[in-house]
Structure formats: structure tokens, C-alpha cells
């Protein structure tokens, strides 16, 4: 910054310093805007009319990444409140790995994989909002499967053998006074693309499905209907008590701490990248195409309204959540990192 002029310094010179005043300091090293809105914080880049503070965020292919394409299309635009550089992984593991080391600043991820998180990190990581429900559907080359009472005696096909499908399968078959271990046959598959094979071909009458898989199996054997919505079943069998949440959006607490108004900026307007994903489905769609989330816009079409897509945060996102904790927590302790998180891993912006 200049000094102040003394008296007496000539007209000349004083028209000169306002000159390169108004001439602006773009490319200057350790230029700092002063206006309102700007940041101080150190991790910023500056767009000529305000600061922004960068940010590193990660998404998962499949449900969980829909609601961030509207907030991706933004940032590629510059309409966005901070300045994103996103990522899209192929697998929650991907992203554990950027997070632990620092490398994803916010993460969109399954939500047992966040509890993962707090506890293998110390503590490092807060969940910011919850914003995908339940995604599972059981379907049925058939019509005999109305309620869950009738999966009794049945062979159900799933994948996520050790993982969420296979706690919240029990669960609501538990609930249903229908024992798991011997009053079903659970069939597990590696990977959902051979789910989906085995209902095509019809090797597999009943399974527990995924969108967008949902969607694309349908697409290969029009004989193949959805028997039962999971997110339902949760609901009736936790008597309202607990919310399948399967997806939520987490971030490094550390960057929490350097920058809350950017955190709160991102949370802002992903919320409003949620909601648009429901008011222009097929603007979602084609974005969700072009960002890898879901490899084709027609099956994005198809898949976003059964994704269950939501915000929830504060409050509220630790009340109705902490019921499916314990859920997972009952039925396998390491699903959730061995332990349930304290209230510390909920991020609240009012507290």
C-alpha cells in the first residue's frame, strides 16, 4: 500500500498516484479486496469483484452426486459463491482416502461412510447435511411380492454384503417378524451391474436394487416391476422413530474452522442445486451426463425422481439420523467406525 502523501506534494504527483489507483492491482502479488463479502483467509482467488475462497469437492457417481451438478454448472459458469474445483469418484473409497489426507476440502458420501470418517480421522470431519434418502428398492420379475411379509421363504439377490444394504434388508425384515438367517435366502453379488444382469436374464426373481440400476434393469426386461419401496418400508418399521438417510455431504473440519462464511455459502447454494434438480429434471439429467454422475441423461431422467433427493442440516439432520446410527451400529458395529458419533460430528451453522 502507499503511504500517505505530505503537504505541499505537487498536483502532478498526486494525479499520478491516482492514476495507478484507479488503474487497478490485477496480477499484483498480495492484493486484498476490501469489499464487502470479501475474505481475508488465505486460500482465495479473486474474480475482480469479490474474493473467493477455494475449495476442493468431491462426488460419488450414483444418487448420492445428483444434487451437487446444478452447483457444478454454476461454478463452471462463475455464478458460484466460492470457487470449486470438483472431483468425481467412481467409489466411496476414493474419496476417504482424499479426505483423511487433506486433498477434499467437502465430500458428498454415503452417511455410515462419514461416521467412518469422524472416527478413523480423529474427529477432523463434520457431516454438513444430510441429502439422499433411502435408494433401494426390492424388485420382482413377477407380481407375488406386495408387502414384506411375502418375502418369507423367498431367495432375495442383493450386493453390499458387510455394508448398508444388508443391515437395512435385516432390519426391515426383522421388524417384519421374518428372520433373516432362516426364513429368507439372501443371495449376495459383488457388484450391482451382475444384479442387474441376473434380473435381466431372469436367474434372479427378487432383489434388492439400487437407482439408477433400478431404472436401467427395467429398461432390459419390461417384465420387471418395483415390489417395494425400502425408503417406505424403513419408515413403517422404525414407526417414524429414524429416516433412512443413506447420502450426506461432509467436510474437513479444520476447513470448517478457516472458513466458516464459505461453508455456509456452500450450503446455501448446494441446497438450491438440490431443489433445482427437482424443478428441471431434464436440465439434471443432461448435467448429470456430462459430469459422469449418471452415464446417460435418459436414465437420469428416469432415476432422479426415485433417488429420494433432500437437504436436511442442523438439527434436525442429527435427530432423525441418529436413529439409523444405532440401526447400523446394532447390527455391525465396525459399519459405523465402532462406535456411534457424538454431537460433535453434526455441523450446525446456528451454534
Request: aromatic residues 6%; proline residues 4%.
Amino acid at each position: 500500500m502507499m503511504k500517505k502523501t505530505k503537504r505541499g506534494v505537487s498536483l502532478l504527483a498526486a494525479a499520478l498516484s491516482a492514476a495507478l489507483l484507479l488503474a487497478g492491482c490485477s496480477g499484483t502479488e498480495g492484493d486484498n479486496s476490501s469489499q464487502a463479502g470479501g475474505s481475508s483467509a488465505p486460500a482465495t482467488t479473486t474474480t475482480g469483484a469479490a474474493e473467493k475462497v477455494e475449495a476442493n469437492v468431491f462426488a460419488i457417481k450414483g444418487p448420492t452426486g445428483v444434487g451437487m451438478v446444478n452447483l457444478m454448472a454454476a461454478n463452471d459458469e462463475g455464478a458460484a459463491a466460492n470457487q470449486y474445483t470438483f472431483q468425481v469418484a467412481s467409489s466411496p473409497e476414493e474419496v476417504v482416502a482424499k479426505v483423511a489426507n487433506g486433498e477434499a476440502d467437502i465430500a458428498a458420501v454415503p452417511t455410515n461412510v462419514a461416521a467412518n470418517l469422524y472416527k478413523k480421522t480423529e474427529g477432523k470431519v463434520q457431516m454438513l447435511a444430510v441429502n439422499t434418502l433411502g435408494v433401494l428398492y426390492i424388485m420382482e420379475n413377477g407380481n407375488t411380492i406386495q408387502s414384506v411379509a411375502d418375502l418369507k421363504g423367498k431367495t432375495i439377490y442383493s450386493t453390499g454384503q458387510g455394508a448398508n444394504p444388508e443391515y437395512v434388508l435385516r432390519y426391515i425384515l426383522t421388524k417384519n417378524g421374518i428372520d433373516p438367517d432362516k426364513d429368507v435366502t439372501i443371495e449376495f453379488r459383488s457388484e450391482n451391474d451382475e444384479l442387474a444382469t441376473l434380473l435381466a436374464t431372469g436367474e434372479a426373481k427378487i432383489a434388492l436394487v439400487p437407482e439408477p440400476n433400478v431404472t436401467t434393469v427395467k429398461a432390459k426386461n419390461a417384465d420387471l416391476r418395483v415390489a417395494l419401496d425400502v425408503n417406505e418400508e424403513w419408515d413403517k418399521a422404525s414407526g417414524g422413530e429414524s429416516k433412512l438417510m443413506m447420502g450426506c455431504v461432509v467436510a474437513r473440519s479444520e476447513f470448517i474452522e478457516e472458513h466458516p462464511d464459505a461453508v455456509d455459502a456452500f450450503l446455501k447454494e448446494y441446497k438450491a442445486s438440490i431443489e433445482k434438480a427437482a424443478s428441471d429434471l431434464e436440465g439434471t439429467a443432461t448435467l448429470c451426463e456430462k459430469y459422469g454422475i449418471i452415464p446417460k441423461a435418459a436414465v437420469a431422467k428416469a432415476a432422479i425422481p426415485n433417488c429420494n433427493l433432500t437437504y436436511v442440516d442442523g438439527d434436525a439432520m442429527m435427530d432423525q439420523i441418529k436413529g439409523y446410527f444405532q440401526v447400523l451400529y446394532d447390527a455391525n458395529p465396525k459399519s459405523i467406525g465402532g462406535a456411534l458419533p457424538d454431537d460433535a460430528f453434526y455441523y450446525n451453522a446456528s451454534k
